[in-house]
């Protein structure tokens, strides 16, 4: 909702469509990249600690 209510101020002070799709844009990448580099962070710290089955092939 706070969200909302930023894009209808810069609506109302005159801000065009595209610059508020381009911060939908850039906040989503921004997330989706800092989601993804968590994630790996936390892959490679904790792989080693789970066992390999027997019969699994390397990637």
């Known amino acids: 909702m706070q969200k909302l ?3 209808a101020t810069l609506k ?3 801000a065009p469509d595209r610059t508020i799709v381009a911060l939908i844009v850039q906040e989503a990448l921004i997330l989706g990249a800092s ?9 490679l ?6 066992p390999r ?6 990637a």
Do not use: N, P, S
């Open 5 to 7: 209510k930023q894009f």
């Open 12 to 14: 109302l002070i005159g």
């Open 35 to 43: 989601g993804w580099a968590i994630g790996l962070v936390l892959i």
């Open 45 to 50: 710290t904790v792989k080693d600690y789970f």
């Open 53 to 58: 089955r027997e019969g699994a092939r390397a």
